[in-house]
């Protein structure tokens, strides 16, 4: 019998046998208690670890939300600035414009820079014409104007 393995424990009396089982059972019982804790705790632990992660993701995307929001306020801020700047520019252009137009302006700029005066009565000169509207046709190298649109 080489390499065999006996056990002697079959050749002890039954109450030595029944107590070395308890011991055995109580030992591996008590075995399988501590795995399952262990395994609990280390759940417990991977559990805290991924509330942790995902806290520290939540305040990352929320700190990344408060730069954005501060570039499109800034952005908003600076569009709101050359607008009212524009408004002004339109506002001023628009009476320069305003002032430009003026009756007074466009007599003086006629009479100065155009050399035009005011028409006086003695150079109207009335022309009598016939008292009902006509309109003629005429033709050109034998075609009429309405065959030259068609």
Request: proline share 1%; hydrophobic share 40%.
């Amino acid at each position: 019998m080489t390499g065999e393995k006996h056990d002697f424990s079959l050749f002890e009396p039954a109450t030595e046998r029944k107590k070395s089982e308890k011991v055995i059972d109580a030992s591996k019982h008590l075995d399988t208690q501590k795995s399952k804790a262990q395994v609990q705790k280390s759940k417990r632990s991977l559990i805290s670890v991924f509330i942790g992660v995902l806290f520290a993701a939540f305040f990352a995307l929320m700190l990344f939300n408060k730069s954005q929001m501060s570039e499109i306020s800034d952005k908003i801020n600076k569009e709101q600035q050359l607008l009212m700047e524009l408004e002004a520019e339109h506002t001023r252009l628009q009476m320069e414009l305003e002032g430009q137009m003026s009756i007074r302006n466009v007599e003086e700029y006629a009479r100065d820079v155009l050399g035009m005066q005011k028409v006086d009565p003695a150079q109207v000169e009335r022309i009598a014409g016939e008292k009902t509207d006509r309109a003629e046709v005429s033709e050109i190298k034998g075609k009429s104007l309405r065959d030259l649109f068609e």
